[in-house]
């Protein structure tokens, strides 16, 4: 049976992708290979790793990575598989370690500056001298370090591809909403922390239906109704979810980034009602706020209610924010990551309402999360026969009537209710599929920023 190509199987213009995507195991692996050793990758935040020496164990597609701060403060990111005959060097999720010692044979590798040349060099080997009669090059075989590495504002980005362009340019004008989760105050503010730990649990469904969801699916709200019910959403108890912000889909359609939010220069709202019970919690936001009004201006007034940054990486940018990554395990399961952020210099009773909001809101327990990760299971499931694989899901919703946004380049916008996000989505993560070079990548993006000027 002739394979179709990715072109027949990512039909965006016609809202129509094929379920084989979602389950496909010779799809799985070349994605892999063109979209997860090329793209930025989000690996994790600089406060789960404050001192030197301290790690944390992450993921970069289905490999595992050390994230480490090294004894210059640097952040470094590396394999985690010992360059001898592959073992797992750290099998903890986190700690501080000045040398990662391999449990099988013993060889060793820093990332001390002072010791080595370049992070992860291989500086101890048992029986050098004797057993390899001195004749091991040692420089050769260090771990394998990402080709770029990134801390923007906290968050770590790394990527295997040396070609790829300079992380702000694969961001683009997405900027303006990824700051708004990062640090949603004015650039003098202490920045944010991960608070409680990452929370990491596996879903058996494709990773793919995370990010497609986050970067612009309001249409699925239905799912939560209980969570508007019982009032603990971000509406506050007021039945209908979060009646005070009317979001708009915007996405950027070159660069495969997309959220549900608003554009700049909008009116502002009332502020995080969901703490309206919580008086010493709504006041710090409200002060936050009205300081970040008087320092920024309008013109940096954007909202972000969920985003998704191409091709695994989500937030939630409105107050509280939380870091999601969805890491690929298989075409039918996936590893869900989820962090809290908060402001690092907030009171100890804002940092506590949030950690009881999130517990009960996101995560494997929370209860909006378990509503998502059952319909993505589902469809996950409902796909995988030989009949139901060879058919396309419905992305219809709004073809045709994106607008672009003049104030942002590269940015579109098509009222709240539409498929437009998910199309740009899998539009973008075709033309990765289909192993279009750098060049090619970004020429869209480039195009956009030269006619705004
Ligand atoms: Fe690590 Fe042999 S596998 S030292
Ligand atoms: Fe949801």
Known sequence: ????????????????????????????????????????LFVGHESLVPNPDDYFVSRMGTESVILTRDRQGQIQVMLNSCAHRGMKLCRYDHGNNRTFTCPYHGWSFSTDGKLVERPGELVGVPG???????????????????????????????????DAPPFLDYLGNMRLYLDAALDHRDGSAGGSEVIGGVQKWRVKCNWKFAPENFIGDLYHDISHRSVDIVGIGPGGGRGRRDPSATRSAICFPELGHGLLGRLPFYEEGPYAPQYARYPEVEAYYREVHE???????????????????????SFHGRQPRTLAVFHPISPTEMEMW???????????????????????????????????????????????????????????????HAEPVPEIPGCAVNGEYTEENARIYYRRWAQFMNGLSWDELMAGAARAQEKAA
Do not use: C
């Open 338 to 400: 989820r962090m809290y952020l908060v402001d690092k210099d907030a009171p100890e009773a804002v940092k506590e309402a949030a950690r009881h909001y999130f517990l009960r809101y996101s995560g494997p327990g929370g209860m909006t999360e378990s509503d998502d990760m059952e319909n993505w299971t589902g469809a996950t499931e409902a796909s995988m026969g030989t009949m139901s694989r060879e058919l396309y899901f419905n992305y219809q919703m709004g073809v045709g």
């Open 1 to 40: 049976m002739g394979r179709k190509s990715i072109d027949e199987l990512v039909r965006a213009d016609e809202g129509l992708i094929s379920r084989s995507i979602f389950v496909d195991d010779e799809i799985f692996q070349q994605e892999l290979q063109r979209v997860f050793s090329r793209a930025w």
């Open 128 to 162: 050098h001298a004797t057993h390899y009669k001195g004749e091991l090059d040692k420089k050769q075989w260090g771990l394998k370090t990402v080709a770029q590495v990134v801390n923007y504002k906290g968050a770590v980005w790394a990527t295997w591809d040396p």
């Open 291 to 313: 300081r970040r009004e008087r320092t920024l201006g309008s013109a940096m007034r954007v909202q972000t209610s969920v985003g998704t940054i191409f091709p695994n990486m």
